[in-house]
């Protein structure tokens, strides 16, 4: 229950969506042991191939702050030593890359193709499998987009993603793409532009992204995957000047935004996806409504609150946006 609009949004960003801080601290320093566990295998399994330890990198919305409750899964991309292997980007395919191994280490020409392409998958598989020198060690398995292994630990309620990759001389990483070849990536791009347009606002973008994939993943309309709604956020917010200091109106502005900008498309700030937003027309369009249904409501409640200083009627009508897990008032 709560008395004011911004006591309501402060209780229900901190007991619904946001990650406890206890919790993250916990899987912060579970995060950290993995990594060193993970640094061990080399020396337990003799054809583990060799690992470049200094450009491991922690990843995805956890690393970045922008992960929302329920804490199911962290990533974290282990990078390992080229050893002499050489790679080429496809000519047919766009963000392909082959990794050559003829001139490479036996380890990891164990893991490739008879083409001597080094298969992602089979570099998986040997990452799963070498996983149970682990302690802890529950269960791993292919990730269901073919891109990782997961494990699962005993003592956590939460899985590890752990992504294969190589650090080129060209400053990006290549990691698994799904189909056994590789793709370019460098999450420190994500890192730092999600760290330098937060600042920019004086902290407010972390929690308004955050606020928001609640939304998203609640809304009764096609769900905008995590990447593309992340990146349009920071879109919003690096074209804004100055965010406001009170969350719901920053929430109103960006919904007024976010029906024409879903049509759009919306660029891999890494530059190496293209265009993220391959959303249908048609899911365009309810995407639209329903920004343009949570605008309206947001409008009004603001006018109860401002206008009318009728906090009640304006929690309540947050409530019909954010759904019953929304405060009371009272």
Do not use: C
Request: proline share 3%; net charge neutral; no cysteine.
């Amino acid at each position: 229950m709560a008395l004011t609009v911004k006591s309501a949004f402060e209780k229900f960003n901190k007991n619904i969506v946001n990650i406890d801080i206890d919790k993250t601290r916990q899987a912060r320093s579970s995060r950290d042991w993995l990594i060193e566990q993970l640094k061990t295998l080399p020396s337990k399994i003799d054809d583990f191939p060799r690992l470049y330890d200094e450009k491991h990198i922690k990843f995805g919305s956890f690393a970045r702050n922008t992960k929302i409750r329920p804490l199911d899964d962290i990533d974290l991309i282990l990078t390992f030593s080229a050893d002499g292997a050489t790679y080429s980007e496809s000519i047919l395919y766009s963000n392909t890359y082959y990794i050559h191994t003829d001139n490479a280490s036996q380890n990891l020409k164990n893991l490739s193709n008879d083409n001597g392409y080094l298969s992602s998958r089979r570099l998986i598989n040997k990452l799963i499998s070498s996983l149970q020198e682990i302690p802890q060690y529950y269960r791993a398995e292919i990730h269901r987009k073919q891109e990782a292994a997961t494990l699962e630990l005993l003592s956590y309620e939460w899985n590890f993603d752990i992504v294969p990759a190589f650090f080129t001389v060209n400053d990006f990483y290549l990691i698994p793409d799904g189909n056994g070849n590789w793709k370019a990536t460098d999450p420190r791009v994500d890192q730092a532009r999600v760290s330098s347009i937060n600042q920019k606002h004086n902290g407010k973008v972390l929690q308004l992204i955050r606020t928001l994939k609640y939304w998203n993943n609640r809304a009764s309309m096609p769900t905008i995957p995590s990447y593309l709604f992340e990146n349009i956020i920071l879109n919003f917010s690096d074209l804004t000047d100055n965010l406001l200091e009170y969350i719901h109106f920053n929430l109103t502005i960006f919904w007024y935004y976010l029906k024409s900008a879903i049509y759009y498309e919306v660029q891999d700030p890494k530059g190496f996806q293209g265009n993220l937003n391959i959303l249908s027309h048609d899911d365009r369009t309810k995407i639209s409504l329903k920004a343009d249904d949570a605008y309206n409501k947001a409008s009004e409640a603001i006018n109860f609150e401002v206008q009318e200083k009728d906090q009640k009627k304006a929690i309540n009508k947050w409530r019909e946006i954010f759904s019953n897990e929304f405060p009371t008032y009272g």
